[in-house]
C-alpha cells in the first residue's frame, strides 16, 4: 500500500514541475526571445515592404512591385506602386506579366494622374509567391515578371 502512494505522489510532483517548467520556459520566452524576433521583423518589414526599393520603369515612372507569401495577411494580393518624380502623367496603361513553373499570368493596370505621391494598385490575378515541386525540381511559382505595353 505505501508503494502505491509514493507512486501516486511521485506522479503528482512530476506534474507539478512540469507545469512550473513550461511556464517558466513561456516567460523566459517572452522576455528575451520576443523582443529580438518583433525587432528583427520590424527591420525586415521596413526593407522589404511596398516603397522601400523603387525601380525606375522609364524616364521619371518608378515602381516598385510585392508579391504575397505564405507570411502575408490575408487577403493576399500582388501589390504594385507607381510614382512619377519628373513630371505628372496623365494615363498610365500596361500589362503585368509574371512567369513562373511553366506558367504565365497577366494583369491588366491602369493608373491616372501619376504624380510624386505613390498611387497602389492591387491585382488579385497574380499567384501567391510560393515553391513548388516539379519534376524533382524545386521552382517558385514567380520567376520572372516584365511590364507589357498595353
Known amino acids: 500500500m505505501s508503494m502505491h502512494v509514493s507512486f501516486g505522489v511521485l506522479r503528482w510532483v512530476l506534474s507539478i514541475l512540469k507545469k512550473t517548467s513550461s511556464w517558466l520556459v513561456d516567460k523566459l520566452t517572452r522576455w528575451f526571445i520576443l523582443p529580438t524576433y518583433r525587432h528583427s521583423h520590424l527591420t525586415w518589414m521596413k526593407r522589404t515592404q511596398l516603397g522601400s526599393s523603387w525601380s525606375e520603369l522609364w524616364d521619371g515612372v518608378e515602381y516598385d512591385v510585392s508579391f504575397p507569401h505564405f507570411g502575408y495577411p ?7 506602386a507607381f510614382r512619377s518624380l519628373k513630371k505628372e502623367v ?9 512567369r513562373g513553373a511553366g ?8 493608373v491616372c494622374n501619376l504624380n510624386k505621391h505613390a498611387v497602389i494598385v492591387t491585382l488579385p490575378g497574380i ?3 510560393e ?15 516584365e511590364f507589357l505595353a498595353r
Open 74 to 80: 490575408e487577403p493576399r494580393a500582388c501589390r504594385v
Open 90 to 98: 496623365s494615363r498610365l496603361e500596361m500589362i503585368l506579366e509574371v
Open 103 to 110: 506558367l504565365r499570368y497577366q494583369e491588366p493596370i491602369q
Open 127 to 129: 499567384p501567391e509567391l
Open 131 to 145: 515553391p513548388k515541386l516539379s519534376k524533382g525540381n524545386l521552382r517558385f511559382s514567380i520567376e520572372e515578371y
